[in-house]
């Protein structure tokens, strides 16, 4: 009998701070319905001056390391596309502000947004090896585009941590996997770029493209038929990507696209990036969190996912809600986690975007901003020093 492996636990975390969609609007002077309505978001995370992907993906994992201990975690995979170094993986970072075993493999991965799925994959390889052993995913993003770029209103920022193993207690992950990668720039962010370039409408197109295909590969590998999924949780740059998504889907398969059906299909997986914004590699595992945090009991139910990276990446695949699983979700810290953030003015919003630390090897500290568990104290000889609070 094969073992059943997948998500075990699953916490998230978040920016210190919330610019609201309204305060972009007046900004700019768009339209307030483009942005709830035309694009479904209402606001985004913002990390204060000493917050990064380290920094949250820790706060994302401390939870499941207090609730589940560390002696089976002998991997940790850090997904994430707004990479701080090109040589030493985040990940030891959160490692080391964790106090995880030595006996430990540690390494960072990319592709853009579809990091995290990479890194869910080869843990429940790992996992399928040595059943005894469980991999700490982490996947953590800063969303950034130019300041005054359509762009600019789908940024955001979080961090996700899972805990991977056997007999799990939240998504038993389904073998077959959909697989789809198309050589396209729609997005990409070179080395010497703080900030994404992307043409915008050019990566809507893509990952539509991108979900055809993963579907189409799904069904040629024995998945499910799409009458047999309780919900489609989807990669969600802005909550309004999802519901294209579907639409092209079910189109795609020659179905009705009733809106009331999408909506029923996808609803209740937008409620946390609706208000976070774009957090790149965490974005379809904060969609997952909302589903689960709200809807009646899944148990035993189907869920889909879709996760989609510019460049392009993308695999379609399923999960089976494990029986119980309501007693092992996070939904009021997930919550909290949400609401803890102070809301910033425009004008401080834009002074964070453009901070950056001076490149001259120099000590730099930065101002004491979060309120989180683990900060970034500063820059000292090129060397980023973090502190637990
Ligand atoms: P834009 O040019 O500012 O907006 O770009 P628009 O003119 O396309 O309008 C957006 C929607 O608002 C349209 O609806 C308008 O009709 C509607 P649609 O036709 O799409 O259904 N609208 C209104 N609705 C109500 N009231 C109004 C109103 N006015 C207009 N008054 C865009 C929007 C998302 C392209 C831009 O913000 C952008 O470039 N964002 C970044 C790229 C992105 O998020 N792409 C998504 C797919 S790629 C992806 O998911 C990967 C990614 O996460 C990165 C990675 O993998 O690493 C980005």
């Not at 380290?54 to 940790?76: D, E, F, L, N, Y």
């Not at 843990?123 to 993003?141: F, I, K």
């Not at 392009?312 to 986690?337: D, I, K």
Request: net charge negative; charged share 20%.
């Amino acid at each position: 009998m094969s073992v059943s492996i997948g998500i075990h636990d699953l916490s998230f975390a978040t920016g210190e701070f919330v610019l609201s969609h309204a305060a972009l609007a007046e900004h700019n002077g768009t339209d307030l319905g483009k942005y709830h309505v035309g694009i479904g978001q209402q606001s985004m995370s913002v990390p204060a001056a000493d917050e990064d992907i380290v920094t949250m993906g820790a706060a994302a994992a401390a939870p499941i390391i207090a609730r589940h201990g560390k002696s089976q975690i002998r991997t940790v995979v850090f997904a994430t596309e707004s990479s701080i170094d090109q040589a030493k993986a985040a990940g030891v970072y959160v490692h080391s502000l964790l106090g995880l075993q030595s006996a430990c493999r540690v390494v960072e991965l990319k592709q853009a947004c579809y990091g995290a799925t990479a890194a869910l994959q080869f843990a429940l390889g790992l996992v399928r090896r040595d059943p005894t052993q469980q991999v700490l995913v982490v996947a953590s993003d800063v969303s950034k585009y130019e300041l005054d770029s359509p762009g600019e209103a789908t940024q955001g920022a979080a961090a996700v941590a899972m805990l991977v193993g056997a007999d799990p207690a939240l998504l038993r992950i389904e073998e077959p996997s959909g697989l789809f990668t198309a050589d396209v720039m729609d997005f990409w962010r070179p080395n010497y770029r703080e900030a994404a370039l992307v043409d915008g409408q050019e990566s809507i197109t893509a990952y539509l493209q991108a979900v055809e295909g993963a579907w189409k590969d799904y069904t040629e590998q024995n998945g499910r038929p799409l009458e047999e999924f309780a919900a489609f949780v989807y990669h969600q740059p802005f909550t309004k990507m999802a519901y294209k998504a579907h639409r092209h889907l079910l189109n795609f398969c020659g179905h009705d696209t009733d809106a009331d059906a999408i909506g029923r299909a996808l609803g209740q997986t937008t409620a946390y990036n609706a208000v976070i914004g774009n957090s790149y590699t965490a974005s379809v595992y904060l969609a997952l969190a909302a589903l689960l945090d709200q809807a009646d009991d899944l148990a035993g139910r189907a869920l889909a996912l879709l996760s989609y990276g510019s460049g392009s990446v993308a695999e379609f695949f399923s999960g089976t809600v494990v029986a119980g699983y309501r007693e092992q979700l996070r939904t009021e810290a997930n919550r909290a986690a949400i609401t803890r953030r102070t809301p910033v003015d425009y004008a401080g919003y834009r002074a964070l975007h453009e901070r950056a630390f001076p490149s001259d090897g120099g000590d730099h500290y930065t101002p004491a901003q979060t309120t989180g568990p683990f900060r970034l104290a500063g820059i000292s000889g090129h060397k980023r020093v973090y502190e637990a609070r």
